[in-house]
């Protein structure tokens, strides 16, 4: 079975501009998650989308956006870019929506702001 | 909503030796608490969790024990072999379906 999937792996942006990434779940699960990592942040909680709606969204301002297909693919978008967003994004998906379910991260995206 | 702290932030050990991290949380009603482990380059990976009704789980050379009373868990790692150098991260996840992670603990298995 396929794991997570997140494209691109790399990518590089300026200031203002604005970026979207992509993630393919697992086969069959129907809850995907994003979270951004920063060396002084750790993991941060942004999204979780179930069933094509945004059920739980994190202490992240507007920029950050995010939407799932009805083929459970999402796609993750952040606008006007700032130098403080540099990060490595990372998606996970879960077959079900719960507080005891199981997250499959992918490799994630790492995204350089300059 | 939810805190998680985890000690010690970095851990060397001698191969072989036992490795124990842990982990502070402080939503009484977090009932699910996962560990990952991340690697250079790859994305957190999940390596064992535990459920608010289970005292301890083992697997292999890795357990984790949770005591709700105090509020804290911990991961247990016994004859540590060098694939074991990783970054792990402790994590709850509390009655707003978020799952709050730890800070990390860099640990180095010395040859």
């Known amino acids: 079975k396929a794991g997570v999937t997140q494209t691109p792996r790399y990518l590089i942006k300026t200031r203002g501009q604005q970026v979207t990434l992509s993630c393919s779940p697992i086969?069959?699960?129907?809850?995907v998650s994003w979270y951004q990592q920063t060396p002084g942040q750790g993991l941060q909680f942004l999204f979780e989308?179930?069933?094509?709606?945004?059920?739980n969204k994190g202490n992240f301002p507007g920029r950050f956006s995010g939407r799932q297909f009805s083929n459970s693919r999402s796609e993750m978008n952040v606008s006007t870019l700032e130098l403080g967003d540099s990060a490595l994004y990372l998606c996970?998906?879960?077959?079900?929506?719960?507080?005891?379910?199981?997250?499959?991260f992918g490799s994630g995206t790492q995204l350089s702001v300059l | 909503g939810e805190n998680v702290e985890q000690h010690p932030s970095t851990l060397s050990v001698q191969e072989g030796d036992s490795a124990v991290i842990k982990c502070t949380y402080s939503?009484?009603?977090?009932?699910?608490f996962p560990w990952y482990k991340q690697e250079l380059g790859k994305g957190p990976q999940l390596i064992i969790d535990?459920?608010?009704?289970?005292g301890e789980k083992k697997d292999q050379r890795i357990a984790v024990t949770l005591n709700k009373t105090a509020k804290h868990f911990s991961l247990h790692i016994t004859e540590t072999q060098p694939e074991d150098s990783a970054v792990y991260f402790c994590?709850?996840?509390?009655?707003?379906?978020?799952?709050?992670f730890g800070a990390g603990t860099t640990v180095t298995v010395r040859a």
């Open positions: 989308y179930f069933s094509e709606t945004q059920r």
């Open positions: 996970a998906s879960s077959s079900r929506l719960g507080r005891d379910e199981k997250l499959f």
């Open positions: 535990i459920r608010s009704n289970v």
């Open positions: 994590a709850a996840s509390s009655h707003d379906y978020k799952l709050s």
């Open positions: 939503d009484s009603a977090s009932n699910y």
């Open positions: 086969s069959g699960h129907r809850s």
